[in-house]
């Protein structure tokens, strides 16, 4: 099966969104277009420290009045975003493999396996990065 086209139009959308969730302080660690195989759509994945400690519902009503405050108006809405844990093994995989902090140097992957996770098609705008423990010597 093919997969559908993300266009610089959705790429451009999403780094508005990250910019304007950034300057409220929603603190997006991970953020990345995720081709979803089985609804063959395109959903923009936000990972927040947020979910875990205030719950999804909260950060997405946080993101839902950000699109709607932002000018001029985003192309994206709730219908294609979703908000992530950041411990979710996807996540962690990310975060593990890729070093990537200025949204203007986002990097596509297709039909790639991170850390034991595939990706049919994904775009990353950020990874965060982990902290490296020192094993004692």
């Given amino acids: 099966m093919d997969i559908p086209v993300l266009v610089t139009e959705h790429i451009t959308a999403g780094k508005r969104l990250i910019e304007a969730l950034d300057n409220e302080g929603l ?62 093994s996807m996540v962690k995989a990310l975060n593990r493999k890729l070093r990537i902090d200025d949204l203007d140097e986002g990097v596509r992957y297709t039909k790639t396996v991170f850390d ?6 994904i775009y990353v705008y950020r990874t965060a990065a982990l902290e490296l423990q020192t094993v004692p010597g």
């Fill in 116 to 121: 034991g996770v595939y990706f049919d098609d």
């Fill in 27 to 88: 603190q997006i660690l991970t953020a990345f277009w995720f081709y979803r195989e089985e609804s063959e759509l395109y959903e923009l994945r936000l990972a927040s420290p947020l979910y875990d400690e205030k719950g999804p519902t909260y950060l997405l009503t946080e993101i839902q009045t950000v699109i709607a405050n932002m000018t001029p108006k985003s192309k994206l809405d709730l219908q294609n975003t979703a908000v992530i844990s950041p411990d979710k």
